[in-house]
């Protein structure tokens, strides 16, 4: 199995991360707590999902060195601005009771609340912020989420720096292919977010059959697939059990299955999430 990723950027990444999206304060920290005494070392958030700072103190409390842990969160998705970006960063760096971050994202190209709306300058001015972030030692890799290529070019173009991530909806039925090979081609690693459809997807009859033909869960077999894919998933729980059976992932997907699970395709289609 792979335990790490490298970044076009030269650092390491864990190849799997816990998220943490819709998890209230409560139930991140638990979470959070449960992760990492289980294995992870790879902790997803979020400025928008308001659990930053239970995140930061499940962290502390584990009594894990913090070198031993890599954290991602995000910009929020209406901040379009250099001096913006700069100022909210500091508010994770503070929420997260850390003096720097592993991965920082552009959480979308857009507003959540006007999807779709160009904001090629505004992401331009946060991607220089965060670079600079990065100069400081603020920031150790930076990269989007959410961005399609045509939201990328800009962001290299302007500044000659090639975002370390795109993290984007990702699952089987639903693997955005187009921005997956773009990436692909230019050195960007996918991480998949909701690579369980947030549930949905295990409803699904041909996933169930090779999950049971392989001995492994439902779940196992979908985080699985992403990493046999070549992207970093971020499976989502708060249940302790399956939290720690979300890592185990010492099995291969043979290529004939593999093949089946590639023809799953116009699974839930909706293009975004938060």
Same mark, same amino acid.
């Given at each position: 199995?792979?335990?790490? *990723?490298?970044?076009?950027?030269?650092?390491?990444?864990?190849?799997?991360?816990?998220?943490?999206?819709?998890?209230?304060?409560?139930?991140?920290?638990?979470?959070?707590?449960?992760?990492?005494?289980?294995? *992870?070392?790879?902790?997803?958030?979020?400025?928008? *999902?308001?659990?930053?700072?239970?995140?930061?103190?499940?962290?502390?409390?584990?009594?894990?060195?913090? !070198?031993?842990?890599?954290?991602?969160?995000?910009?929020?998705?209406?901040?379009?601005?250099?001096?913006?970006?700069?100022?909210?960063?500091?508010?994770?760096?503070?929420?997260?009771?850390?003096?720097?971050?592993?991965?920082?994202?552009?959480?979308?190209?857009?507003?959540?609340?006007?999807? !779709?709306?160009?904001?090629?300058?505004?992401?331009?001015?946060?991607?220089?912020?965060?670079?600079?972030?990065?100069?400081?030692?603020?920031?150790?890799?930076?990269?989007?989420?959410?961005?399609?290529?045509?939201?990328?070019?800009?962001?290299?173009?302007?500044?000659?720096?090639?975002?370390?991530?795109?993290?984007?909806?990702?699952?089987?039925?639903?693997?955005?292919?187009?921005?997956?090979?773009?990436?692909?081609?230019?050195?960007?690693?996918?991480?998949?977010?909701?690579?369980?459809?947030?549930?949905?997807?295990?409803?699904?009859?041909?996933?169930?059959?090779?999950?049971?033909?392989?001995?492994?869960?439902?779940?196992?077999?979908?985080?699985? *697939?992403?990493?046999?894919?070549?992207?970093?998933?971020?499976?989502?729980?708060?249940?302790?059990?399956?939290?720690?059976?979300?890592?185990?992932?010492?099995?291969?997907?043979?290529?004939?299955?593999?093949?089946?699970?590639?023809?799953?395709?116009?699974?839930?289609?909706?293009?975004?999430?938060?």
């Amino acid at each position: 199995m792979i335990d790490k *990723y490298l970044l076009n950027d030269g650092n390491e990444i864990p190849a799997v991360g816990l998220g943490t999206w819709q998890s209230p304060k409560a139930d991140a920290y638990t979470a959070v707590r449960a992760a990492i005494d289980c294995g *992870y070392t790879h902790i997803d958030t979020a400025y928008a *999902y308001d659990n930053e700072d239970a995140v930061g103190q499940a962290v502390k409390d584990s009594g894990v060195g913090r !070198g031993k842990i890599y954290i991602t969160t995000k910009l929020p998705s209406d901040i379009k601005t250099y001096k913006g970006a700069k100022e909210y960063c500091e508010k994770s760096l503070k929420a997260l009771s850390t003096d720097y971050i592993d991965l920082y994202l552009i959480h979308a190209p857009w507003p959540w609340s006007n999807v !779709g709306v160009d904001c090629t300058e505004g992401n331009i001015e946060a991607w220089k912020a965060m670079l600079d972030l990065k100069k400081e030692g603020k920031l150790r890799s930076v990269g989007v989420s959410n961005f399609r290529g045509s939201d990328i070019e800009p962001l290299i173009k302007a500044t000659g720096e090639t975002p370390a991530v795109n993290q984007i909806r990702f699952f089987i039925g639903n693997t955005q292919e187009p921005v997956y090979e773009y990436c692909k081609k230019n050195g960007i690693l996918v991480e998949a977010y909701s690579p369980l459809a947030t549930g949905k997807i295990l409803e699904i009859k041909e996933i169930g059959e090779i999950a049971q033909k392989l001995g492994v869960s439902l779940a196992q077999l979908c985080i699985k *697939y992403c990493l046999q894919r070549g992207t970093l998933p971020l499976p989502k729980s708060v249940t302790p059990s399956r939290i720690a059976d979300n890592i185990k992932l010492d099995f291969e997907i043979p290529a004939e299955d593999m093949k089946i699970l590639n023809g799953i395709t116009g699974l839930f289609p909706r293009p975004y999430r938060s």
